[in-house]
């Protein structure tokens, strides 16, 4: 089993930068993806940035259009954490962020933020004011 632990939430006027971390501790060779997801009140989970962190393909990573180029992953494999650099945050960023990490999709998946990635941590809040 594998616990997730997100850390730097908060808030942030529109066009500010926040970074959050994920630390991974427990049975962490059993994963080599980690993404970043977010849910705001009322709306669907939606994948945000993910990345791979051992599979050999030197940290390939996923963004959907919504945050390509403001949004940033990243990870330090010798502590186990991936990190998430959000520049130039909008309203419409606000939400709990989420730490999810497991096997990575296989190559061509056409759903990478829908596929099962088994281990998921408790959140952490982000608000983004207008």
């Known amino acids: 089993q594998v616990r997730l632990v997100e850390s730097g939430g908060g808030s942030v006027q529109a066009g500010g930068s926040l970074r959050l971390s994920c630390a991974a501790s427990?049975?962490?060779?059993?994963?080599?993806?980690m993404a970043w997801f977010r849910q705001a009140p009322g709306k669907d989970l939606e994948g945000v940035a993910g990345?791979?962190?051992?599979?050999?393909?030197?940290?390939?990573?996923h963004y959907p259009d919504s945050v390509k180029g403001r949004f940033t992953i990243s990870q330090d494999a010798a502590k186990n954490t991936a990190y998430l650099q959000m520049n130039n945050l909008k309203p419409e960023d606000a939400g709990t962020y989420y730490c999810?990490?497991?096997?990575?999709?296989?190559?061509?998946?056409?759903?990478?933020?829908?596929?099962?990635?088994?281990?998921w941590g408790q959140g952490t809040q982000v608000t983004v004011s207008s």
């Open positions: 999810a990490a497991g096997t990575c999709p296989p190559a061509g998946y056409s759903d990478y933020f829908g596929y099962d990635w088994g281990n």
């Open positions: 427990g049975n962490t060779l059993s994963i080599n993806c």
């Open positions: 990345i791979s962190t051992n599979d050999g393909s030197g940290g390939s990573t």
